[in-house]
C-alpha cells in the first residue's frame, strides 16, 4: 500500500511563487517516473511536469519556463516550484507515480492551488 502525502498548496496573489511536496511510502516497486498532474474545475486532468527513471524532464506547455520540477527517487520525495503563477493556474493539484512492469499508478489525495488577488 502507498501513502502519498501533499503539501505546499494554498492561495497566493497573481505573480506569486509557491512550493508543492510531495512524499511517498510504503511502494516496493521501482519507479518509472514521478510527476505532477492538476485539474482545473470543469476541466480534464493535465499534465503539469514529470521526471523520468533516467533524467528527463517534461513540461505542459502552459508552465514552461515558469515551473520546475525536481526530486529524488531513491527517497520517493518530488517536489514543484512554481513561480509567476496565474490565476489559469488555479487547480487541484495531484503527485504521481508511475511504476516499472505492470504495478498500477499511484495518485495522491491532490491538493488546492488558488491564484487569485
Known amino acids: 500500500q502507498v501513502q502519498i502525502v501533499e503539501s505546499g498548496g494554498g492561495l497566493v496573489q497573481p505573480g506569486g511563487s509557491l512550493r508543492l511536496s510531495c512524499d511517498a511510502s510504503?511502494?516496493?516497486?521501482?519507479?518509472?517516473?514521478m510527476g505532477w498532474y492538476r485539474q482545473a474545475p470543469g476541466a480534464q486532468r493535465e499534465l503539469v511536469a514529470l521526471?523520468?527513471?533516467?533524467?528527463?524532464?517534461d513540461y505542459g506547455e502552459s508552465v514552461r519556463d515558469r515551473f520546475t520540477i525536481s526530486g529524488d527517487m531513491s527517497k520517493k520525495t518530488l517536489f514543484l516550484q512554481m513561480n509567476s503563477l496565474k490565476p489559469e493556474d488555479t487547480a487541484v493539484y495531484y503527485c504521481h507515480f508511475r511504476y516499472m512492469g505492470t504495478p498500477p499508478d499511484s495518485w495522491g489525495q491532490g491538493i488546492e492551488v488558488t491564484v487569485s488577488s
Open positions: 510504503g511502494s516496493v516497486y521501482t519507479i518509472y517516473s
Open positions: 521526471i523520468t527513471h533516467v533524467g528527463n524532464s
